[in-house]
C-alpha cells in the first residue's frame, strides 16, 4: 500500500543540482538565482551552500516561467500576487503577531521572503510550512486564495 506522506516527501526531497534544474526548465542558472534572489522560490543550501531543488520546487518553478514567459507577468507581479496569500488564516497567526507582519499590513512580498518572520519560523521551516507549499496551486487557480482565505 501506497504511504501518501511518502510520496509528498519523496515529492519535496531536494535532488536536482542547480544545473540540473535550469536544463529541466530550459532556463539559465542565473534565472534560478534571480528568482531565489527575488523571494518567489526557496531552493535548499547544502552545508557548502550548493542549491538544490525538489520536485516540487521544479512544478512550482515551472509555472513562475510560464506567468513570465506566456502570460505577460514579470516578477514584481508574481511576488505581489504571491503576497496576498492569506498566509495569517493558514497558520492562524496571532492577532498580536499578524499586527506587526509587514505580509499582513502591506501585503508587498510574501510572507517567506521577509528578512525577519514575525512568525519565528527560518528559511528551512518556510519551505515545509503549508503557506509555501500552495504556491504553485494558487498560482495555478488564484480562486483557490479566494477559498483559502474564506
Not at 526531497?13 to 529541466?24: F, L
Not at 502570460?71 to 493558514?90: F, S
Request: charged share 25%; glycine share 4%; with cysteine.
Amino acid at each position: 500500500m501506497d504511504n501518501p506522506t511518502m510520496k509528498e516527501d519523496a515529492y519535496r526531497e531536494p535532488v536536482y543540482t542547480i544545473g540540473h534544474a535550469a536544463e529541466k526548465l530550459a532556463v539559465a542558472v542565473p534565472t534560478l538565482r534571480m528568482y531565489e534572489q527575488a523571494g518567489l522560490i526557496l531552493p535548499y543550501k547544502t552545508a557548502t551552500k550548493r542549491r538544490l531543488y525538489s520536485r516540487h520546487d521544479i512544478d512550482y518553478l515551472k509555472i513562475i516561467i510560464d506567468l513570465i514567459r506566456n502570460q505577460g507577468l514579470n516578477i514584481e507581479a508574481i511576488k505581489r500576487l504571491l503576497a496576498l496569500i492569506p498566509c495569517w488564516r493558514i497558520i492562524h497567526c496571532p492577532v498580536k503577531i499578524r499586527a506587526k507582519c509587514p505580509s499582513y499590513t502591506e501585503g508587498k512580498i510574501p510572507c517567506w521572503s521577509m528578512t525577519e518572520n514575525p512568525c519565528g519560523k527560518t528559511k528551512d521551516q518556510c519551505k515545509i510550512c503549508q503557506v509555501y507549499l500552495s504556491c504553485p496551486k494558487i498560482l495555478m487557480e488564484p480562486i483557490n486564495m479566494v477559498k483559502t482565505s474564506g
